[in-house]
Structure formats: structure tokens, C-alpha cells
């Protein structure tokens, strides 16, 4: 098996494994005439990942009826509790791609098949970008697999009929992304971030948030400047204290027990705490590897699962054989 980077040949199983994010700043700048919210907000990834497999069976995939027969067929680890239909974001992003690509629009159904697995880790709607992250997997691998030669900003691009967060999920890295979250630029950041990553059971909609937000928070004027320059400079004590999330007053007044949960991370001795996103998901940063799992120990009980993690975590990671 070969990992990204190698030269371009033909594959027939690809494998992506794709990094979850976490707002390190977030700000709502106001709602647009179609309703949905202006942000100005900082991503990066986080080291916890889903893994999107796709690989081609049956008759000559690589002849274009073929390829215009191609059908798609779909399956996840049983245990994830999201959709195994058209509705999964991974499934939506496929289609996207056989549009763009006219790959699947003959309906005779006798081309080859190309079989789409996920395999989940990353908690659902828990503020971490899960689905987004399964899309951009699905885009990166299946360009891949089929060799359609659409390349990262083509992919961007499409990426942005399927959600706010899947641009950045097609890069990874670290990014201040503005609009719906869809224009993104990539930072500059010196070193890597330990966090603890508290985790709860009980979903949260994102729509849900952005209600609770619209009905009881105000505005805040807080820019990004110094969460940027904590990154620039690799202080990871600046960064704490430079972490801001206008969501968090909505996430907590949905779920109020999140409050306590943030502050027993505080109270632990983290550099800074906040709801990641539209939550519930709480992340901690870590003064280093060992402090995370000090901190993990120290909250163990506060949260369903906690885990650690390290970021930025870089973005789709590519295997092909
Ligand atoms: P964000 O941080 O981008 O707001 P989130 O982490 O809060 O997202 P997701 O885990 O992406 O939320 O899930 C949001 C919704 O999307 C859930 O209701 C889920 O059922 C649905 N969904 C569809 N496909 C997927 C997928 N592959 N993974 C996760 N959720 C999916």
C-alpha cells in the first residue's frame, strides 16, 4: 500500500482517514436575509478521525460506459448512529462527485459497483465537524479512486454545496474561515496543541444552537487577532486565554450542565476550556502531552468519554493499493 504523495496511477481501493476540528475562536456577525448566520471563526484539526474506504468491483471500471453505469453502494460500522442512506453526509458528497463527473448517470444498472465504507469515531453532532469530515473523505477518495483528476480546489469548491465546514475539512490544517464558515484561509501556526476532549452522549442540533443564540445572546464585537497571534507565536498560555466561542452561551443555556463541565476542565488546572462549535462536545488545552492525560484522569468522570488530542492535525490523509 502507497500513502499520498506517490505518482499517479490506477488504484482500486482507497482509504482516507480524515481529522475532526475544533472552533478556537467563533464570532456570529449577523444573520443574512436567508437565514443563515455570518461567522468569523478559527478551525483546526483535532486528532480524533473517521476513515472513508472506497473501492470498484465488478465489470471494467475503467472503460467510461462503465463508468457512466457506475452504481454506489454504501455501509458503516454498525455502531455510529448516523444515516446508512442517501441522507449520510458521505453518501451526499458521492453523489456530488457523480454529478461533476458523470460517473453513475446511466441508469442501466449493470456497470460496476463502487462500494463506499465509513468507519466512525468521531462523536456525532457533537460540534466536531464529523459529518463534514465524512464528505470530505468521501470527495478526496472517490477523485481519487476514480481518478477524476478534480484535484483539492476543485474539490473545495464542490465541497461548499455540501455543508459550511467541508471546505476546510477537504484541507484540514488551520484556517480562519468566514461568510457561512465556507471562504476559508489557512494560518500560519508554530507547534501543536494538547487538549483534552470532553465528550457527551446526548447530541446537540446545530440548528438548535443557532436558535437559542438568535433568542438569547447579544452580539460581541470580539475579533480573532489574538487566537491568531497565540498561533503565530506557538504560545500555547496566550491561546488559552485568547479561546472565545459566541455559541457557547446558546450550547450552555440548551444543556446548562455544560457550565459545570467546562469549568471542573478550568478547575483542573487547563489553560483555557470552551464548547467546540455549536457543542456539546468541551474541549481543554493542555500545557503538554502529559498535563492531557492529567487532565483526562482529572475529568473523567464529569463526561461520558474523554479523550485526548493533539492539533493541528493536518487534513485527509490518502492510502491507495
Ligand atoms: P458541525 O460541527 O459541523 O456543526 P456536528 O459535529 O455538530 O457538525 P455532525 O456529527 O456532523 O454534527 O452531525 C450533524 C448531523 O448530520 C447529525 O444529525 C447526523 O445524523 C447527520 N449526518 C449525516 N451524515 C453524517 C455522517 N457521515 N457523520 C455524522 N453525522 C452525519
Known amino acids: 500500500m502507497s500513502r499520498d504523495g506517490d505518482e499517479h496511477r490506477p488504484v482500486s481501493r482507497v482509504r482516507v482517514r480524515v481529522p475532526s476540528k475544533i472552533n478556537l475562536f467563533l464570532t456570529?456577525?449577523?444573520?443574512?436575509?436567508d437565514g443563515y448566520h455570518e461567522l468569523v471563526t478559527v478551525l483546526q484539526t483535532v486528532s480524533l478521525y473517521d476513515t472513508v474506504t472506497a473501492h470498484v468491483e465488478g465489470p471494467s471500471a475503467q472503460h467510461p460506459a462503465g463508468r457512466r453505469s457506475m452504481q454506489l453502494d454504501f455501509t458503516q460500522d454498525g455502531t455510529s448512529g448516523v444515516p446508512d442512506d442517501e441522507a449520510n453526509l458521505a453518501v451526499r458528497a458521492a453523489r456530488v462527485i457523480m454529478a461533476e463527473t458523470g460517473f453513475g448517470s446511466a441508469t442501466n444498472g449493470c456497470g460496476p459497483t463502487t462500494r463506499l465504507h465509513l468507519d466512525k469515531h468521531i462523536p456525532v453532532a457533537a460540534g466536531m465537524a464529523g459529518g463534514s469530515a465524512d464528505a470530505a473523505a468521501a470527495l478526496v477518495a472517490l477523485d481519487e479512486l476514480w481518478g477524476a483528476g478534480l484535484g483539492r480546489a476543485r474539490l473545495r469548491e464542490l465541497a461548499a454545496e455540501l455543508g459550511a465546514d467541508v471546505p476546510f475539512c477537504v484541507s484540514g490544517g488551520t484556517a480562519l474561515a468566514t461568510g457561512t464558515g465556507t471562504a476559508t484561509a489557512q494560518v500560519l501556526t508554530r507547534g501543536s496543541y494538547h487538549w483534552v476532549v470532553g465528550i457527551s452522549d446526548t447530541p446537540l442540533s446545530t440548528p438548535d444552537v443557532y436558535r437559542a443564540y438568535d433568542e438569547v445572546a447579544t452580539p460581541s464585537e470580539a475579533e480573532p487577532d489574538a487566537v491568531l497571534q497565540a498561533l503565530r507565536n506557538g504560545d500555547a498560555e496566550a491561546l488559552g486565554d485568547a479561546l472565545h466561542n459566541d455559541l457557547q452561551v446558546a450550547a450552555e443555556h440548551l444543556r446548562p450542565e455544560?457550565?459545570?463541565?467546562?469549568?471542573?476542565?478550568?478547575?483542573?488546572?487547563?489553560?483555557?476550556?470552551?464548547v467546540s462549535g455549536s457543542g456539546p462536545t468541551v474541549v481543554g488545552l493542555a500545557e503538554n502531552a502529559q498535563d492531557?492525560?492529567?487532565?483526562?484522569?482529572?475529568?473523567?468522570?464529569?463526561?461520558?468519554r474523554v479523550e485526548v488530542g493533539l492539533s493541528p492535525a493536518g487534513g485527509p490523509d490518502v492510502w491507495r493499493d
Open 28 to 33: 456570529v456577525r449577523g444573520v443574512r436575509p
Open 258 to 274: 455544560l457550565t459545570e463541565r467546562r469549568q471542573a476542565i478550568l478547575d483542573a488546572g487547563a489553560l483555557g476550556a470552551l
Open 292 to 304: 492531557a492525560v492529567r487532565l483526562q484522569r482529572a475529568v473523567a468522570d464529569v463526561f461520558d
